[in-house]
């Protein structure tokens, strides 16, 4: 997968490419990245100690937060995803999907949780 990252993306365990735009430890407060989900891909099930914001750019989803329904999820909408519940997002549409993600504090590795087979598949 990594083979088709965009310039300044990465490929990451989630199943999906990420571009940091703001990430400094000096700015603790919040981070801000872009990631892009291809069509028919579903990202890893998971967790984040902190506060999540997504900002749908571009394409169609299907969001999953804690126990709800998944609703679809288009341009311009916004999800926040409160500390330590579970998520996920599947690409529905032809293109990808493009959104940034808002981390309120900011995102470091060891907020991520993986929750693969912790639950069952959407």
Request: charge should be negative; glycine fraction near 6%.
């Amino acid at each position: 997968m990594a083979d088709k990252a965009k310039p300044g993306e990465i490929w990451t365990s989630e199943r999906c490419y990420i571009q940091e735009l703001l990430n400094d430890p000096e700015l603790p407060d919040v981070s801000v990245a872009r990631t892009r989900v291809e069509p028919d891909v579903t990202t890893e099930l998971h967790s984040l100690d902190v506060l999540e914001v997504y900002v749908i750019e571009t394409g169609r989803g299907l969001m999953r937060v804690g126990d709800a329904i998944p609703w679809p999820v288009g341009p311009g909408d916004t999800v926040a995803i409160p500390a330590n519940a579970p998520q996920q997002i599947t690409n529905c549409g032809d293109s990808d999907l493009v959104f940034q993600c808002v981390c309120v504090p900011r995102f470091t590795p060891s907020c991520y949780t993986s929750l693969e087979g912790a639950d069952d598949d959407p």
